[in-house]
């Protein structure tokens, strides 16, 4: 199947409280949800002291996501996309379930990072207040965080991930569902701690709209309408009666506000908490609520590859120009990376579009470490990739190219890959091997073109092989390639050239 066939896509959420899926199909750039499914799984309230999650509602969260998997069985992985939140990143030891979780669904699960579960946000309310240019203070109070962004138009000023969320906040100081003033307090002060990182910064470039997303903030705009506080969004005034109707009522088990479903009034009290001191820091009148939010923005994300208009292209690209990247150098080892994959991908199992786009740009930024010090500069390139917010990648996306850039030079470090999915070590590691292989044979940085070659693979055993009588013509690449063999042992390839 071509990408530029497919014109349905899903949206798959794993949040803290909630599993999501969405299913949608763009028409004139406007997304028409043909599909919704929702179960609490509350992955939050399951992470022990360890952060470990308990057995029970691992069970739980994995019998939802094989129903999940039947609705999406039919549907290509270019046209899918999974994405975990807080919880997930917090957990410890996530492998085991990450791997369960995609037998379950049949598709890859993506942590992604606070920044960039930021970013979808946004673009998903984005999407949906096209028409309002003003600048915007965006908040997202989800299970385990707090995302909040300013913007103007598709452009983010500034995003920021707070550790707390309804359910860690409902955990933490509204214990077995009793609500109190004093917890209310407590719970607000705690939050307005964390905001204080960010509230100047965002109070002095300030906003001309507040727009709230998802769970907790929808649900506090459906009670203050629903109880006739406010018509128009979710007013200080309005929050501040809701706060008070949830102390008097001392208990989640005894709220009987209208409109409030059963699945959300056991952590209500946190989330009113932090969206209160939101309120009272961030010097909000009214927040309006979104209908689109990080599931709607992994959907325009999912169209924007499939159209060939991918924010992670855009990230390559800014991070060669930060780092001062050679491009022409770059651009050899990345003709001459792909002109080797070219040659074994069938052979290898790296066919379809991921394998080129990794290798592309791994290519592309496996100098990026030389920003810092020629000494050991894979080393710098690794850390950069691995702990820097690079938008529209995940976790896995980062470690696998950290692994990639750490290993194209020196002697190799097997260990970097096994600590990759299961899936991605064998496809990381032959992609390692070309990665070397082209920046051995371009060392002299010459503009010239190689002359023709021949890869050939057999498992683990390369051959490869040049025009009679180069090799003896350039000597370095003679000796570069004897290095390479006696280094590839490491990785457990064997390499003869002729």
Avoid at 38 to 52: C, K, S, V
Avoid at 211 to 238: D, F, H, P, Q, Y
Avoid at 459 to 486: I, N, V, Y
Wanted: proline share 3%; with cysteine; hydrophobic share 45%.
């Amino acid at each position: 199947m071509k990408r530029a066939a497919v014109d349905t896509v899903a949206a798959v959420d794993l949040g803290s409280n909630s599993f999501h899926m969405v299913v949608a199909q763009l028409h004139h750039e406007e997304l028409r949800i043909v599909d919704r499914l929702r179960e609490r799984t509350a992955i939050a309230e399951g992470l022990d002291d360890g952060g470990r999650l308990k057995a029970k509602v691992a069970e739980r969260a994995l019998e939802c996501l094989q129903r999940f998997g039947q609705r999406l069985s039919h549907m290509p992985a270019d046209a899918v996309r999974v994405v975990g939140t807080n919880t997930l990143r917090r957990m410890r030891d996530s492998r085991a379930f990450l791997a369960k979780a995609r037998a379950a669904l049949g598709h890859r699960v993506e942590v992604i990072s606070g920044r960039e579960e930021a970013r979808l946000i946004y673009l998903g309310v984005t999407h949906a207040h096209s028409a309002d240019a003003r600048r915007k203070l965006v908040v997202d109070i989800g299970g385990g965080s707090t995302e909040c962004i300013l913007g103007e138009g598709r452009k983010i000023l500034e995003s920021d991930s707070l550790q707390m969320g309804c359910v860690r906040w409902t955990l933490e100081y509204f214990p077995a569902g009793e609500i109190t003033k004093e917890r209310m307090r407590k719970a607000q002060i705690a939050a307005g701690l964390e905001l204080q990182s960010i509230a100047r910064r965002y109070r002095r470039l300030g906003f001309e709209v507040a727009i709230g997303s998802s769970g907790t903030i929808v649900a506090c705009e459906e009670l203050v309408r629903a109880c006739g506080w406010s018509m128009r969004g979710i007013t200080a005034t309005s929050l501040r009666r809701l706060r008070k109707t949830l102390i008097d009522a001392g208990h989640a088990e005894r709220l009987t506000l209208p409109a409030l479903q059963a699945d959300r009034a056991p952590v209500l009290a946190g989330g009113v908490a932090v969206l209160s001191a939101i309120f009272k820091l961030l010097d909000i009148e009214v927040l309006h609520t979104s209908p689109g939010a990080l599931r709607e923005g992994v959907l325009y994300d999912l169209f924007g590859r499939i159209q060939q208009v991918d924010v992670r292209e855009r990230t390559i690209r800014s991070f060669a120009r930060r780092y001062h990247v050679d491009l022409e150098q770059a651009r050899r080892v990345e003709r001459t990376a792909l002109a080797l994959l070219a040659q074994v991908a069938s052979a290898w199992e790296l066919e379809g579009p991921l394998g080129p786009r990794v290798l592309s740009w791994s290519a592309c930024l496996h100098e990026i470490g030389l920003g810092i010090s020629y000494s050991g500069y894979h080393r710098h390139g690794a850390y950069i990739l691995a702990h820097a917010d690079m938008s529209g990648f995940s976790r896995d996306d980062q470690a696998q190219l950290a692994a990639l850039v750490g290993n194209h030079r020196r002697r190799p470090d097997r260990a970097s890959f096994e600590s990759l999915p299961t899936d991605l070590f064998e496809p990381s590691l032959r992609m390692a091997v070309l990665l070397r292989l082209a920046a051995r044979l371009h060392r002299s940085r010459s503009p010239r073109p190689l002359p023709n070659f021949e890869l050939f693979v057999r498992r683990d055993e390369l051959r490869l092989a040049f025009e009679h009588g180069w090799l003896d013509k350039h000597p370095l690449s003679h000796a570069e390639l004897q290095e390479e063999a006696e280094l590839l042992v490491h990785l457990g390839f064997e390499l003869r050239f002729s």
